[in-house]
């Protein structure tokens, strides 16, 4: 998948995202690659994605992702778990893509939200700076809240504050009520 050594789980997601893309199948890349489009740098080991497919497309997925050179493995959350399953996509040099499905609350608008990103002369597809916001404030920890803080700081004004409510909504309260002190706290 175009990766020469450790440290490259960004090509790796570009070989992830042409095969999701040619199957057609939405995908928006999350985390720190995301939250690098919108604005704020971190380090981070892996690349993430949400996924559009269902717990029983999953046997579709690993047939797809499936090459001599990675290991596709499935983690399934239980009934508590906010993501319905994970699919770890790992090669030879330990970079890893995670996909995320059925992640509970993810407004199913988000895919047609993502933003095109030409990395490498390939389209990446990447979250919405409203869906990440939500999307972190729902995952809470520190580390969710400060990226989801700077990326509101990054350009407040241009952010649909009506759309991003209603996508908190939908991930429950306590995600709604982050998302209110989020906004408060950057005036």
Not at 95 to 111: C, E, K, M, Q, S
Not at 142 to 149: F, Q
Request: no cysteine; net charge negative; glycine share 10%.
């Amino acid at each position: 998948m175009g990766t020469e050594g450790p440290g490259q789980s960004t090509l790796l997601m570009l070989g992830v995202a042409a095969k999701l893309d040619t199957a057609g199948i939405d995908y928006a890349v999350v985390g720190a690659m995301a939250a690098a489009v919108h604005g704020v740098v971190r380090a981070s080991l892996d690349a993430d994605a949400v996924v559009s497919a269902q717990l029983r497309d999953i046997a579709v997925l690993k047939q797809l992702l499936a090459a001599p050179e990675l290991e596709v493995e499935t983690r399934l959350g239980d009934a508590d778990d906010p993501i319905g399953a994970l699919l770890a996509v790992t090669d030879a040099h330990g970079n890893r893509v995670d996909l995320l499905i059925g992640l509970r609350g993810l407004d199913p608008g988000a895919f047609s939200r993502a933003q095109n990103v030409n990395l490498n002369g390939q389209r990446l597809r990447v979250i919405g700076r409203e869906d990440f916001i939500a999307m972190k404030a729902f995952a809470g920890s520190a580390l969710d809240l400060s990226d989801a803080r700077q990326v509101i700081a990054v350009d407040r004004n241009s952010l649909d504050l009506e759309l991003l409510q209603r996508l908190a909504n939908r991930f429950g309260n306590d995600a709604a009520s982050r998302v209110e002190m989020l906004i408060v706290g950057s005036d």
